[in-house]
């Protein structure tokens, strides 16, 4: 993974923010290589829910987080992350240091299974009420699927309306490559 990949780049941000007993939220588990990053982040003594809609993506993630990490406080969610506010504790809310999204498909599997606009945004909207200040969520956006560049194209504008007292919010892409290069939006509550 090159420097200037927007993968490295999101868990750089996140591994700025997290420190040992945090609270975090893997919103697009997949294949599981970011619930064990932040799993290891937040260490013994933090908390980190998963979710996805595929529970195929559920049982690799598990079984990477259980073959790398001795210990660990995952809570496994077979669902949308459109309904995190549902699932997570009402003492998360204004408490979670990172947030991160990957949307699209789950490599190796059915490229049909994807997120979604509306799941997205609705996940996003309650994702600023669980980020405390100080805390990011990460967005990173694969655009080559059906419906995808409508998903993009939705939070672009979700964030740009954001408001500027409450939160900052970068974009970062690739301006000189072709076949749809996935970007990166980051926000981050004041």
């Known amino acids: ?8 780049f999101a868990r750089q941000i996140i591994e700025a923010r997290i420190k040992p007993g945090d609270l975090a939220v893997d919103a697009t ?3 599981g290589h970011d619930t064990l990053e932040l799993a290891q982040l937040v260490g013994e003594d933090g908390k980190v829910f998963g979710f996805d809609i595929q529970e195929a993506a559920i049982s690799i993630a598990r079984d990477l987080v259980h073959a790398k990490l001795s210990h660990h406080t995952i809570t496994w969610v077979h669902g949308s992350h459109e309904f995190m506010l ?19 498909y ?35 956006a694969y655009t080559g699927h059906e419906g995808a560049q409508e998903e993009a194209d939705a939070v672009v504008n979700w ?12 974009s970062y ?18």
């Not at 998360?92 to 240091?97: F, G, K, P």
């Not at 301006?175 to 996935?182: E, G, L, R, S, V």
């Open 1 to 8: 993974m090159g420097l200037a990949s927007v993968l490295h």
């Open 29 to 31: 588990v997949g294949q």
């Open 86 to 104: 549902d699932i997570i504790p009402v003492e998360w809310l204004d408490q979670v240091s990172a947030i991160m999204f990957n949307l699209g």
């Open 106 to 140: 789950l490599p190796g599997y059915d490229h049909k299974i994807t997120t979604n606009l509306q799941s997205t945004i609705a996940g996003l909207n309650s994702a600023t009420l669980l980020l405390k200040a100080g805390g990011v969520i990460t967005i990173v």
């Open 159 to 170: 964030a740009a309306a954001l408001p500027q007292k409450q939160f900052n919010v970068l």
């Open 173 to 190: 892409r690739f301006i000189n490559q072709a076949n749809y290069p996935p970007f990166l939006i980051v926000v981050e509550k004041k």
